[in-house]
């Protein structure tokens, strides 16, 4: 897991409980900005390792497409 996407997880913790300490305090629709707050560093959180995840699937190519590259190398020669 990259730094951010730790920031953004522990982020999204934080202002749950923030949300939960004030929704005991005042009325749910007083603090429901906040659990919207906690919403938008959960969707970050996915978007950014889902993006991550897709760039990494595409840059590094699986074993078998590696032993079939050198493969190809070794018959070339």
Not at 45 to 60: A, T
């Amino acid at each position: 897991m990259k730094l951010s996407e730790t920031i953004l997880i522990a982020l999204a913790l934080g202002s749950l409980l923030l949300w939960i300490l004030e929704v005991r305090r005042t009325s749910f629709a007083e603090s429901y900005w906040i659990l919207m707050v906690c919403l938008a560093f959960l969707f970050s959180f996915q978007f950014v390792r889902n993006r991550r995840l897709e760039r990494e699937k595409i840059v590094s190519p699986t074993i078998k497409q590696m032993e079939a590259d050198r493969n190809r190398k070794k018959k070339k020669k």
